[in-house]
């Protein structure tokens, strides 16, 4: 397969992936999302990136540096939800930076964006990138459409390290105050807290105070968790960035494991978790964290219920959209926490997952069934 060095190494793929809503598994997102993904791999390259343990394109990624590339990708988007009555809010990217180096030659985050916004589809995008000024504008034309940026660290020297391929902090900070002067909705995610490197409090809380001057509406925390897959590699990277002494605490505190994943000790998580959530509280912004469980007995327990300030944990009320023409409108006026919603007033009835033993991973296949439902 042919690799194309320019911007950043890649091939270049016909797919036939489907939008999709959250994986199978553990769930602690409240709304629902159609997940989009043009690019598998990512050039930012966070040594931590649990989308290294990915099989496939990723592996080829984690071990060569080399992305993959959806040929076509917004079109067969366009053409999948134009076969849909019903949609939820997109996510671009959940495994990959959307405007990351290949997104230069592609552009296929643009085009994505302006897709859903013509649609009247909400769309939100993550990114530890500079957004691009003509996406900034097309969130603003749709109501429920917002961003999120991820800033880990206001070190420079630090963030270079964690995640090299970014942009520089200055730039993610300018983020939030390009995306307040377009009135976009927008969340600070600080997310992951690295142990030892990045969890002195008072630094933290300096970061939530250079976000929220500059605009951002909501905060989400978490704490690193290491997919035991790769787990030699990131205990390695720690090694040589920061030294053995750093590596024996970290490894020390990663006792606990769930799943696939260690996880540090919880009352270490829930301690930092109590000092946000009153942080960010007292600056009037809202507050969540990205999954993080604790065992109770045999069962896990999402950590949101006790520390989410928010409806939603990313922050922003998006309810499900139902097809009036080419264009779409909210389906009911609720805050679209599906997850935890007992009564499902937009009409899918499966979406309201607050109801003991309800399924939580919704396909392609669903949406198509649930549009001819409505047809
Ligand atoms: S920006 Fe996100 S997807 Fe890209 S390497 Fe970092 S953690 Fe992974
Ligand atoms: S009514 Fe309930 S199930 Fe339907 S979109 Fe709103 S929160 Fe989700």
């Known amino acids: 397969m042919e690799i194309i060095l320019s911007p950043y190494p890649h091939t270049l793929t016909a797919s036939s992936k489907k939008l999709h809503g959250w994986w199978p598994g553990r769930r602690e997102c409240t709304g629902e999302r159609l997940l989009i993904n043009p690019y598998n791999g990512c050039s930012v390259g966070c040594f931590f990136c649990y989308a ?23 079109a067969q988007v366009a053409r999948q939800l134009d076969r849909l009555r019903v949609v939820s809010c997109g996510y671009l990217s959940p495994v990959s930076d959307p405007f990351q180096k290949v997104n230069e030659r592609y552009g296929y985050s643009e085009k994505i964006v302006e897709i859903f916004v013509e649609r009247n589809i909400p769309i939100n995008v993550t990114t530890k990138c500079v957004i691009p000024e003509k996406v900034i504008k097309f969130l603003s034309l749709q109501q429920h459409s917002f961003a999120q940026v991820s800033i880990l660290t206001l070190k420079e020297n630090l963030r270079k390290v964690l995640s090299p391929g970014g942009t520089h902090t200055q730039n993610l900070l300018e983020n939030f105050a390009r995306l307040r002067m377009y009135k976009v909705f927008s969340v600070a995610r600080i997310d992951p807290i690295i142990p030892y490197l990045t969890d002195n409090l008072k630094d933290i809380e300096k970061l939530v105070d250079r976000v929220v001057e500059r605009g951002a509406n909501h905060i989400i925390v978490s704490v690193l968790d290491v997919p035991v897959r790769i787990k030699d590699y990131v205990w390695e990277k720690i090694k040589v960035n920061f030294g053995k002494e750093t590596l024996l605490k970290l490894m020390a505190l990663y006792k606990e494991r769930i799943g696939p994943y260690l996880h540090a000790e919880i009352s270490y998580r829930r301690e930092i978790f109590s000092a946000l959530k009153e942080i960010v509280s007292s600056r009037g912004v809202t507050f969540a964290l990205c999954m993080e469980f604790e065992r109770v007995g045999e069962r896990l327990r999402g950590l949101n219920r006790e520390f989410m300030t928010s409806a939603n944990c990313d922050g922003m009320d998006v309810p499900i959209y139902v097809r009036k023409n080419f264009r779409f409108s909210p389906a009911y006026s609720c805050k679209g926490n599906c997850l935890n919603c007992e009564e499902a007033l937009c009409g899918i009835e499966e979406l309201a997952m607050g109801k003991p033993g309800s399924r939580k991973d919704w396909k392609f296949s669903d949406y198509r069934r649930w549009s001819k439902m409505l047809e």
């Open 52 to 74: 290294r343990s990915f099989p496939g394109n990723f592996q080829r990624w984690h071990t060569q540096g080399v992305v993959n590339v959806s040929k076509d990708f917004p």
